[in-house]
């Protein structure tokens, strides 16, 4: 996942925690945290590399 589509992801589960399911929403913005964060390892570590 891109830092891009993993704010994507973010931005897309605080909506719909918002507006529709928190639930849902929360689970689908950790998912977006969590591949941004991976993302970021994944970009330094090329980086470095």
Do not use: D, E, F, Q
């Not at 996942?1 to 399911?21: E, R, Y």
């Amino acid at each position: 996942m891109t830092i891009g589509a993993a704010l994507v992801v973010v931005v897309a589960g605080l909506l719909i925690a918002a507006m529709l399911n928190s639930t849902i929403g929360i689970i689908v913005a950790i998912i977006g945290v969590v591949g941004l964060i991976l993302a970021l390892v994944n970009g330094r570590g090329r980086l470095v590399s």
